[in-house]
């Protein structure tokens, strides 16, 4: 199993920049992928951005790509969300996720943060 607690939510105004960090706990965190996902008010938790464990590759949701960048420090176990040049719509609750599966983690993963605050304001 692997624990994850987010951080470095916030408010910032339209076109800000904001950095979310994942830090993931366990015997045995470092064999998972890692990525976040969000549920803005009213709407479905979706997907925005993944990284693989070893490769470091990574896949973005089309709505966040060229404006937000993942990256992961494997020695601290911890997974960054890099969001530059928000918008009002990036405005969610952000989810950090884990999973030994690809496909599961860019899905439906089994493990889950406690979920970060972004507002955007206009």
């Known amino acids: 199993q692997v624990q994850l607690v987010e951080s470095g939510g916030g408010l910032v105004q339209t076109g800000g920049s904001l950095r979310l960090s994942c830090a993931a706990s366990?015997?045995?965190?470092?064999?998972?992928?890692m990525g976040w996902f969000r549920q803005a008010p009213g709407k479905e938790r979706v997907f925005v951005a993944a990284?693989?464990?070893?490769?470091?590759?990574?896949y973005y949701a089309d709505s966040v790509k060229g404006r937000f960048t993942i990256s992961r420090d494997n020695a601290k176990n911890t997974v960054y969300l890099q969001m530059n040049s928000l918008k009002p719509e990036d405005t969610a609750v952000y989810y950090c996720?884990?999973?030994?599966?690809?496909?599961?983690?860019?899905?439906?993963?089994?493990?889950w943060g406690q979920g970060t605050q972004v507002t955007v304001s206009s």
């Open positions: 990284i693989r464990r070893i490769t470091g590759s990574t």
């Open positions: 996720a884990a999973d030994q599966s690809w496909i599961v983690l860019t899905t439906t993963p089994n493990y």
């Open positions: 366990g015997r045995t965190a470092s064999s998972y992928s």
